[in-house]
């Protein structure tokens, strides 16, 4: 399994406090089944004022010791990175890093309130040739309250990382409540283990493909650990790989069975003339986010 998103890195973020911590993450992460793991630090101005030349050299340091000590895991470049202004300036320059340096890029919004404009701003980072992955929205607490725009930005193109620990519940009931519903509605394109820690937030990424194998089948639970992780450490287009279920192509009956299991029933997202998106194919994100963002505008008016 190929694991996106993680805290790996001593003493840069609220992750890993040395590198003791950091190899026993590394050896769970093994143990787990993960043979890459992408080192995600947050970059956060003010608060976590990494960079993406300090992050290069902290991976090169950690990668050493771990063939130093015989652990089988290849590190990739990769931060979380914060909404912030002119972030796409931030990624070509090299201060904000990619995924792996690919066009995969994993973006934090805001935890407690919905940014202004969220739509426009993933809808700007597509078209300067990113492809963004949201980290963690089941645990965003204003999911509650904005539920339709998740679904608005997964049916447009962006995809959407969910937390190994809140598919078992470990976030608590509400995270969980959120991701066993996006799993259910076939909105979950990743699933990343977010892991800071050996203890309170270990290396936690067999859990979340078993329980996902459980509610959505073997085959899902796949592309969510591996066929997609992989397509984004590969570089290649969305296009390439097997889409969620619910832009599939699955009829609305199929759709709804599977929302049944949810806190309740989601239409598919539609076009202008009434298509649902997912006929466009997960390479179509574009035309899907900017027929999502002139309803938003509409809606604004």
């Not at 995924?99 to 805001?110: F, G, I, Q």
């Not at 239409?267 to 179509?284: I, M």
Request: hydrophobic share 40%.
């Amino acid at each position: 399994m190929f694991d996106i998103h993680s805290h790996i890195l001593p003493g840069i973020d609220d992750g890993s406090p040395d590198i003791a911590v950091s190899l026993e993450m590394a050896r769970m992460a093994v143990a787990n089944g993960v043979t890459v793991q992408a080192c995600t630090p947050h970059i956060l101005p003010g608060v976590y004022n990494n960079s993406g030349p300090q992050i290069r050299k902290a991976i090169a340091a950690l990668q050493q010791i771990l063939d130093q000590e015989g652990i089988s895991l290849r590190l990739v470049t990769g931060a979380d990175v914060h909404l912030v202004p002119d972030l796409v300036g931030g990624l070509r320059s090299g201060h904000l890093l990619t995924l792996a340096d690919t066009r995969y890029v994993l973006v934090e919004p805001p935890h407690h309130l919905p940014p202004q404009r969220l739509v426009e701003q993933f809808f700007n980072i597509m078209v300067a040739g990113y492809h963004p992955v949201l980290t963690h929205p089941e645990r965003l607490r204003w999911i509650e309250t904005h539920y339709p725009l998740m679904e608005q930005l997964a049916h447009g193109g962006v995809w959407m990382q969910i937390t190994a620990s809140s598919l078992t519940g470990s976030f608590g009931r509400n995270p969980q409540k959120w991701a066993h519903r996006m799993l259910d509605e076939g909105l979950v394109h990743v699933i990343a283990s977010d892991s800071h820690d050996a203890r309170r937030r270990p290396p936690n990424l067999l859990e979340g493909f078993e329980f996902a194998a459980r509610r959505v089948g073997e085959a899902e639970a796949t592309h969510m650990v591996l066929t997609r992780p992989a397509c984004i450490l590969e570089n290649n287009a969305p296009s390439t790989v097997p889409p969620p279920l619910a832009q599939a192509g699955h009829s609305e009956d199929s759709h709804e069975k599977h929302a049944s299991r949810a806190t309740g029933p989601s239409k598919p997202y539609r076009d202008d003339n009434g298509r649902p998106v997912a006929q466009a194919g997960a390479g179509g994100g574009l035309r899907g986010l900017l027929g999502g963002l002139r309803r938003y505008v509409s809606g604004k008016r």
